[in-house]
Every structure is written in C-alpha cells, then in structure tokens.
C-alpha cells in the first residue's frame, strides 16, 4: 500500500476470488465410488464443481466469505482452477489486468457506470460468471 490505497494486485486477486469468470466447471465423471461429505457418489456419476462457491467458503474466508474486500490477508482462490486442472493462463491473465486496468482508469480517471449496477444482467448459463454489458460514461 502507498499513501492509503491499495495495489491494483490486492484488487484484481479479491475480484478473481468474489467474481471468477467461470462460476461452474463442465461436467467430470467419478472414476471410482467415493463418499463424500455423507453422500455417496457411484463410479461413472457426473460431477459438476463449483470454483466460485470454493471461493465464498467461510471456514477458508472467514465471516465476511460473502463481502468484497481487497485487504483480505487470504489471496488464495479457485479462480483459475488447481493442481493439475489450474489455467496455465493465469499469469498471462494477471499480467493482462495489472496492465490494462491502471491504463483505463488513468486514461478516464472519471469513469462511471452509465446504469444502475442492477441494470448490468449477467452472462446466460452456469458456466462463466459475468455481466452480459458494462456501459460506462468515460468524460
């Protein structure tokens, strides 16, 4: 932090852990019976994950699991995936916010929504997370 405000890093880390892109990933199979919290899940069965429900856990996160917060000391998310299924992407990604969101908003340092964030809707479906359109006043 310098002089009060946070890195752009602290930032975009909070929104990929609120937020990820993908809020459901598509369908794995049980490769063998398994037991899972109580609930069997018979070989063959399908699985849906949810990344974006890890990432509002509050035995990881805590009380406020369910509140944007950058100065959050957990970085860790499922954002880009883990272990063998992680992106291998996600640097590539980082480094693309860490570029692309300090030049826009130096460039339009007024920027604001030009609708309510009601108004914004999401992406159709339950595999990616997201607004279907961001219309933004630039002055």
Same mark, same amino acid.
């Given at each position: 932090? #310098?002089?009060? =405000?946070?890195?752009?890093?602290?930032?975009?880390?909070?929104? #990929?852990?609120?937020?990820?892109?993908?809020?459901?990933?598509?369908? =794995?199979?049980?490769?063998?019976?398994?037991? +899972?919290?109580?609930?069997?899940?018979?070989?063959?069965?399908?699985?849906?994950?949810?990344?974006?429900?890890?990432? =509002?856990?509050?035995?990881?996160?805590?009380?406020?699991?369910?509140?944007?917060?950058?100065? =959050?000391?957990? *970085?860790?998310?499922?954002?880009?995936?883990?272990?063998?299924?992680?992106?291998?992407?996600?640097? +590539?990604?980082?480094?693309?916010?860490?570029?692309?969101?300090?030049? +826009?908003?130096?460039?339009?340092? *007024?920027? !604001?929504?030009?609708?309510?964030?009601?108004?914004?809707?999401?992406?159709?479906?339950?595999?990616?997370?997201?607004?279907?359109? +961001?219309?933004?006043?630039? !002055?």
């Amino acid at each position: 932090m #310098l002089d009060g =405000r946070l890195g752009w890093a602290e930032v975009i880390e909070e929104v #990929l852990r609120f937020e990820p892109s993908i809020a459901h990933a598509p369908l =794995r199979y049980a490769v063998q019976d398994l037991v +899972l919290g109580g609930v069997t899940i018979a070989e063959g069965d399908p699985i849906l994950s949810c990344p974006a429900g890890a990432n =509002r856990d509050p035995a990881v996160y805590g009380d406020s699991a369910d509140e944007f917060d950058p100065t =959050r000391p957990n *970085k860790e998310h499922m954002a880009f995936g883990y272990g063998a299924h992680r992106c291998p992407g996600a640097p +590539l990604a980082r480094l693309e916010a860490q570029v692309a969101l300090p030049t +826009l908003f130096r460039r339009f340092p *007024k920027m !604001k929504l030009a609708v309510s964030p009601e108004e914004l809707g999401t992406v159709p479906g339950f595999i990616a997370n997201g607004h279907d359109r +961001l219309p933004v006043f630039l !002055k």
